[in-house]
């Protein structure tokens, strides 16, 4: 997997149709029968409300109850997705796909990297999907409608890049990966109506491994995005949220708990660069909407927002294969002969 920037391709044709009132009063109605159910339901958060805190927009409005196309944010919107899904297209076909195509084929890779990329799939395709949703906020787009259609955009651009490789000799198509894709973005889906899961986030940490630069595969080298021994993955859990309403006032809004896992080679003879072992860890983790003070200007707060789909270093213990203290996981402190 390499982790892929958005695509809006759907967006992009249907925002230059003619007849926007017409896709328009389409959504509406779907919309609209929407809001007659949310009026029966129980349990259904406001638009905004996101597990112990109320998420912001870009441009700090609320979204729209309904559909109501913006032109100016639309084509905005279509012309810098549309420019960054083709410069994407251009340069993995030009760094992957292009100078070892083949007939399309299947490769699970199920084992190879202990499954550390299979979270990395989960963890693109459902940030991919996130960010689809804001720019179709953003665009004019119901909360409703936004969430629903970027979680299927999020997945149909996790499934081409998926089925490019499958036509790349050194790749093919890994069903594995396909499912890890299509977890990210139903999870993200189903978020919205299921409140109960907005508790439950994964997040992201990258520190370079001794790998980055290198590959396995001829002429690869490995980025960040495939670095995956440097990469970490959490599940980090909203315990304020969760705590009965007479203890939450004793326990900080914005210290929650995650538990991280991350596959590292530990074997130093052979010239295999995959990784041996795995490794568990338990952390702290920080809900950056409750830790850092509210903006008066409201990119500050979706900053803020977005960047809280990252694990920063934070007080953490290995499980295994030894258990070890780290005082700011990922990085490493060593005193005399102390490391942590």
Request: aromatic share 16%.
């Amino acid at each position: 997997m390499r982790l892929n920037i958005l695509s809006l391709a759907v967006f992009i044709v249907l925002t230059q149709l003619n007849s926007k009132q017409v896709f328009a009063s389409a959504l509406g109605l779907a919309d609209s029968i929407a809001l007659i159910n949310d009026s029966v339901r129980s349990g259904r958060p406001d638009p905004l409300k996101w597990a112990s805190f109320e998420r912001v927009t870009l441009d700090g409005r609320p979204p729209n109850s309904v559909t109501q196309l913006r032109t100016i944010p639309s084509v905005l919107t279509a012309a810098i997705y549309g420019g960054a899904v083709a410069g994407l297209h251009i340069y993995q076909a030009n760094a992957w796909w292009s100078k070892d195509r083949a007939p399309f084929h299947i490769t699970d890779d199920w084992s190879e990297n202990l499954q550390n990329d299979k979270f990395g799939h989960f963890y693109a395709s459902y940030l991919i999907s996130y960010l689809n949703r804001e720019a179709l906020i953003e665009s004019g787009f119901s909360d409703e409608s936004a969430h629903n259609i970027g979680a299927l955009m999020g997945l149909l651009y996790q499934l081409y890049v998926e089925t490019e490789d499958g036509y790349s000799k050194y790749w093919g198509f890994s069903p594995t990966d396909a499912y890890a894709d299509i977890a990210g973005s139903l999870f993200f889906l189903c978020q919205y109506h299921i409140p109960v899961l907005q508790n439950f986030h994964e997040k992201w940490t990258y520190f370079p491994s001794k790998f980055l630069g290198s590959g396995s595969i001829p002429g690869q080298k490995r980025t960040f995005i495939d670095d995956y021994q440097g990469q970490s993955y959490w599940w980090s859990v909203d315990l304020w949220n969760l705590l009965p309403k007479g203890v939450q006032s004793d326990y900080p809004k914005f210290l929650q708990l995650a538990v991280g896992y991350t596959a590292k080679r530990n074997t130093t003879t052979g010239t295999s660069d995959l990784p041996d072992t795995r490794e568990f860890y338990i952390s702290l983790d920080y809900s950056l909407m409750h830790l850092l003070p509210k903006s008066n200007i409201p990119i500050v707060n979706w900053l803020i927002q977005g960047l809280d789909n990252i694990h920063f270093p934070a007080p953490a213990v290995r499980l295994t294969p030894k258990i070890k203290f780290f005082l700011l996981y990922p990085i490493q402190f060593h005193l005399g002969n102390l490391f942590f």
